[in-house]
Nanobody, 122 residues
Framework: QVQLVESGGGLVQAGGSLRLSCAAS????????MAWFRQAPGKERELVAA????????YHADSAKGRFTISRDNAKNMVYLQMISLKPEDTGVYYCAGHYSDYVLVEYYAYWGQGTQVTVSS
């Protein structure tokens, strides 16, 4: 089982940058595919980026391509989301999620963090 705790959210102006971190505790972190989701007010939660257990394969949603980068450090049990050129529409609660998998994308993530708020002002 894995416990996930996000950090790094905050208030930033449009065009600014943030780096979100997700600290994982528990065994076998390196066996888990990880992902970042976000949920904007009044909208459904959406997948932003995902990364394989080894960190060698990844996926970024079209809305994130060229601006967001997912990465992980298995030695530190950490997952990151580097965000640049932020837009007001990036505002939302960002969640870290994980699931035991050999693939980058999974249909179901068993483990979730509590979320961190990102607010981008115009």
């Amino acid at each position: 089982q894995v416990q996930l705790v996000e950090s790094g959210g905050g208030l930033v102006q449009a065009g600014g940058s943030l780096r979100l971190s997700c600290a994982a505790s528990g065994r076998a972190f390196s066996s888990y595919a990880m992902a970042w989701f976000r949920q904007a007010p009044g909208k459904e939660r959406e997948l932003v980026a995902a990364i394989s257990k080894s960190g060698t394969s990844y996926y970024h949603a079209d809305s994130a391509k060229g601006r967001f980068t997912i990465s992980r450090d298995n030695a530190k049990n950490m997952v990151y989301l580097q965000m640049i050129s932020l837009k007001p529409e990036d505002t939302g609660v960002y969640y870290c999620a994980g699931h035991y998998s050999d693939y980058v994308l999974v249909e179901y993530y068993a483990y979730w963090g509590q979320g961190t708020q990102v607010t981008v002002s115009s």
